[in-house]
């Protein structure tokens, strides 16, 4: 509700990422950006924080108000649990890439495909900012020490930063 008396535009936000094999799928989200962001990012290209095919900015502009308060709460995520019911993405593994930055990834990146994408990650969890190639290689530590105790943990040290409002957005 809060999203459409906000602002213009649908509730949800979908877009294509790449998910198992890096084939597409529609991720599910509530709206946190304006309607036109996806027209406006090839203009922020240049304050890109992020290197490698990932694009990230701290304070982008087109975020509306309700939705910096969605993302810092992870609420605006929860529509991706229907993405993990219907088996496009998982509890924990690597994060889904929109399929226009998953298209840049190189060579031994693409490893990151072998599995099924998540809701949190190694990344997501530590909430630290690191280079793109240390977060596919933190995907791929994930991927060749996968356990349930891992998952388990990681599924706390997420929830933990979702309670303390300190989850990377």
Known sequence: ILVKSTSRG??????????????????YKFRTMCVDAEERKAGLMAKNEQDGPAFKIKHDPRITPI????RKSCIDELPQLVNVLKGDMTIVGPRP?????????????RRRFDVTPDLTCTWQASARRVT?????????????NRTLGNDIQLIWRTFLKVVLFRASS
């Open 97 to 109: 890439l929109p399929c226009s930055e998953a298209d840049q990834v190189e060579g031994w990146q």
């Open 132 to 144: 793109f190639a240390e977060w596919v290689r933190l995907d791929i530590r994930y991927l060749k």
């Open 10 to 27: 649908p509730i949800l936000f979908t877009q294509p990422r790449a998910g198992l094999g890096g084939g597409p799928f529609v991720l």
């Open 67 to 70: 939705g910096r308060i969605l």
